[in-house]
């Protein structure tokens, strides 16, 4: 073999062997266990023996318990009623909205609708044949420009709607 062949081989050879990493077991007063790499903070713990096979397993979660202020006898409570009631006006007050951008999304139509027949000289492009005819076609990125207002306020009262329908469908 050539000598340029084998340095780097020797090379990752020698940085394979390097990247080996002494672990620690340590158990903290509360006896809890945990591991690590770092030498500086593996002061008076156990290191493992290199021979045992590596396994990772999620620490177990902390059992969750309620908050104060919930399990407390002076944290205010709603009754049923209250809360039926609260539902009832939030549920009128979504209706109310529902049909608001119900009339507003048949206006917004409307006016997109009466937008489109309109003529507007500006958009047409006027063209004369050699035999000195004419004929007129639309500029349909002009026409897209001045309609683009008109659907996206459709588009906004759809969007409105759809958010409106989904939240009543939500309540109980």
């Known amino acids: 073999m050539r ?26 007063a509360d006896g809890r ?19 045992q096979s590596v396994s ?6 902390p059992a969750t318990t309620p908050s104060p ?19 009832d006006t939030r549920r009128q007050v979504l209706q109310r909205e529902l049909e608001t ?17 309109r003529d507007v000289p500006e958009e047409r492009n006027v063209r004369r044949t050699q035999d000195g005819r004419s004929y007129s076609s639309v500029n349909t990125a002009k026409t897209d420009e001045r309609l683009k207002p008109f659907r996206d306020k459709v588009e906004m009262h759809q969007r409105n709607l759809e958010a ?9």
């Open 3 to 28: 000598p340029m062949r084998t340095l780097p081989l020797l090379v990752v050879l020698c940085l394979a062997s390097s990247a080996h990493a002494q672990v620690f077991k340590c158990v903290d």
């Open 33 to 51: 266990i945990t591991y690590t790499n770092d030498r500086n903070l593996a002061r008076g713990c156990q290191p493992l023996a290199g021979d």
């Open 56 to 61: 990772s397993v999620p620490a177990p979660r």
């Open 69 to 87: 202020a919930s399990s407390s006898p002076s944290f205010p409570r709603v009754t049923p009623d209250t809360q039926r009631a609260r539902d």
């Open 101 to 117: 951008e119900e009339q507003a999304l048949a206006a917004a139509r409307q006016a997109l609708e009466d937008e489109e027949k």
């Open 164 to 172: 409106l329908r989904k939240e009543l469908s939500g309540l109980r």
